[in-house]
């Protein structure tokens, strides 16, 4: 009999609470159409810092209901709504008339008298309406005073930045002291009055500037000397590098609360700061003899390279300048020697081709062959193609490297990615690819693996790796003189050129002094195991390298050294290679070498020497029978 009147009494309890909601009137900002604004006291006394009076905001919607839940804005132009620091801007809500808020529609904030007399307007805003108050403060502020500076101190947060524009640290952070006797804060000086001078003792005068913040509140720049304010005795402000790099002083003085110099002065010089190297001016190649290919064990070698990046000045580069790389193994066309023949009856090689600025041709209307430029690689035609590299040897550093926008549509001219900026003429250029397997890939020191295709510095230097395949058929490709080497057509066309570029620059470098060099030292043997000769004879040689290829094109030097007793007029003769014009190994690595004998009697005996470059020494005795 007691379960009913518990749920009824339930039921009434939940209809009571949606009946007091639906009467309740609005709970929201935006519906805030009016508010009232009343303070507890219309006076406050400095002397009485713990003191305050209430600002009451009552908010209504627009049937003039009591709007709780609404966000109410409170601002004062004098004092401050917190006893121990200033604040001047603050918000609070709109009560439900609980016990714990202001009231129903009801929000409140305290004003505090803060340091300064006068009166305070405070304005309270609310979606759009607002309303003021004011309060009058009376009294004189009491401030501590802070003893007079005793001595300056100024430091650096870096003391080496970079040039701006290398994407290195271009500022460091100056923050000066004013020091007491006992090293506490001094005085700051008063309203608007800077007490802190800093200037340039020395400088590059590249560009470089100081930043500050003046007692106005003005940030300030300049290129010779700031006057800033301090608070609580300390300044802080900004040295930002220029263009060019050198060594920078700086020296911070105390002023006195009218701005003047104390007498003696006040000054403290921070130690030289540095501003470090400019953008990347010149990168220069360099290749090692020693040691310097490895055999990757797989007929692949790798032979190593480094490059210095320095500015216009002779400093290295900025740690992390990014250095890109690339190689052409190929030369699919050039106006410079080698002469490549193309199927012609002639091609010119005049060095007369051009550019003009802003615009992407290069021009070559002597040697009109870019449409038809062909090679052959992998048993097939291969002409200009789109992104084959275009390199102009004599250009400005910035034109040098380019590559090929489009499939050329005409013989004297050729589109590149980008426009070049000089006009110039008499320029030598040549256009080729990576067709033989050459890669370049370089080195970070962030990274465990190489990076293809660039390089990063540390102390303006790094080093890089050109991988290429390791066989009789393309070994020393590019080490060989173009007319000497037959195994590539059209003959001369196994050039290797190295490309590097700086980031961000127009520090470009364009050489030739990698190759597919072999691994050191070169064997010479005579095949058949002939050591010795009774008379005219040929000897079977043949040359490879340290991991045994077989070196092409390896010339041959002879020396003949004879008995003290040659009697008979013994004559030695060492002949050319493979009845060819010239002492050179073929294609092979062989080279059947004729030794001719004459005169001499049966005591008479010579010895030939036979030697290659970075090789050893193989002798045949020649005795007569």
């Not at 603050?90 to 439900?96: F, H, V």
């Not at 900026?421 to 370049?440: C, F, H, R």
């Not at 092979?588 to 290659?612: E, F, H, K, Q, R």
Request: charged share 10%; proline share 4%.
């Amino acid at each position: 009999m007691t379960v009913l009147p518990r749920v009824l009494s339930g039921l009434y309890v939940i209809f009571s609470l949606l009946f007091l909601t639906a009467c309740g009137g609005s709970d929201k900002t935006e519906d805030a159409t009016a508010v009232a604004v009343s303070a507890s006291t219309a006076s406050l006394d400095i002397g009485f810092p713990e003191r305050f009076s209430t600002i009451s905001a009552t908010v209504r919607d627009a049937n003039g209901e009591l709007l709780r839940n609404a966000t109410v804005q409170f601002s004062t132009d004098l004092g401050s709504f917190s006893a121990t620091e200033v604040i001047t801007r603050t918000t609070a809500e709109t009560g439900r008339g609980g016990s714990n808020d202001a009231g129903n529609g009801v929000a409140a904030v305290r004003l505090f008298p803060g340091q300064s007399s006068g009166t305070a307007t405070v304005t309270i805003y609310v979606n759009g309406v607002q309303a003021t108050s004011t309060i009058t403060i009376t009294g004189t502020a009491l401030e501590p005073e802070r003893p007079v500076p005793a001595s300056i101190s100024i430091t650096a947060s870096e003391r080496a930045i970079y040039v701006a524009g290398v994407g290195q640290t271009e500022s460091s952070t100056i923050t000066v002291r004013l020091l007491t006797s006992t090293g506490g804060a001094a005085q700051d000086a008063p309203a608007g009055i800077n007490n802190v001078r800093v200037s340039f003792v020395t400088q590059p005068n590249g560009g470089e500037l100081l930043f500050g913040t003046q007692a106005s509140g003005q940030l300030i720049q300049h290129n010779k000397s700031v006057e800033v304010a301090t608070k609580n005795g300390v300044a802080t402000l900004t040295l930002s590098s220029g263009q060019l790099p050198g060594v920078i002083e700086l020296k911070a003085e105390a002023l006195t609360t009218n701005g003047t110099s104390y007498s003696p002065a006040i000054q403290a010089t921070i130690p030289a700061l540095s501003i470090a190297s400019g953008p990347t001016h010149s990168i220069v190649l360099s290749y090692p003899t020693e040691n310097a290919i490895e055999d990757m064990g797989n007929g692949i070698y790798r032979r190593v390279g480094g490059l210095l990046a320095t500015d216009r000045y002779g400093n290295p580069v900025a740690d992390g300048t990014v250095v890109n790389l690339g190689v052409i193994d190929s030369v699919l066309l050039s106006n410079r020697a080698p002469q490549i023949n193309y199927g012609f009856s002639s091609t010119v090689i005049d060095g007369n081709a051009s550019t003009t600025s802003n615009s992407a041709l290069l021009t070559d209307l002597s040697n009109a062959l870019f449409k038809s430029a062909v090679i052959t690689r992998n048993n097939t035609s291969r002409y200009i193609e789109a992104q084959d590299r275009v390199l102009i040897l004599n250009a400005q550093a910035i034109d040098k490297s380019r590559f090929v926008a489009t499939l050329p549509d005409q013989n004297s001219s050729l589109t590149a990615n980008k426009a070049y900026a000089n006009t110039a003429n008499q320029l030598e250029y040549l256009v080729g690819a990576s067709l033989l397997g050459a890669q370049i890939a370089g080195v970070d020191p962030a990274k465990t693996a190489l990076v293809s295709g660039q390089a990063v510095t540390t102390d303006g230097a790094a080093t890089f790796y050109l991988t290429y395949p390791a066989n009789q058929n393309t070994i020393r490709a590019g080490c060989v003189d173009p007319a000497v080497d037959t195994r590539f057509s059209p003959q001369g066309s196994a050039q290797v050129w190295v490309v590097a570029e700086a980031s961000g620059s127009s520090a470009t470098t364009i050489d030739n002094q990698e190759c597919f060099s072999y691994v050191a030292p070169a064997t010479m043997t005579e095949t058949t195991g002939q050591t010795a000769i009774g008379g005219t004879a040929v000897v079977q040689l043949e040359v490879e390298d340290a991991s045994s290829i077989r070196l092409p094109f390896m010339n041959i030097s002879a020396s003949i050294s004879y008995g003290a007793n040659n009697t008979g007029g013994l004559v030695v003769t060492v002949g050319n290679c493979n009845s060819g014009s010239n002492r050179r190994t073929n294609t092979s690595g062989l080279c059947s070498l004729p030794i001719i004998v004459s005169g001499g009697n049966s005591s008479d005996i010579a010895t030939v020497s036979l030697s290659t470059t970075d090789g050893n020494t193989l002798t045949i005795s020649v005795t007569v029978p």
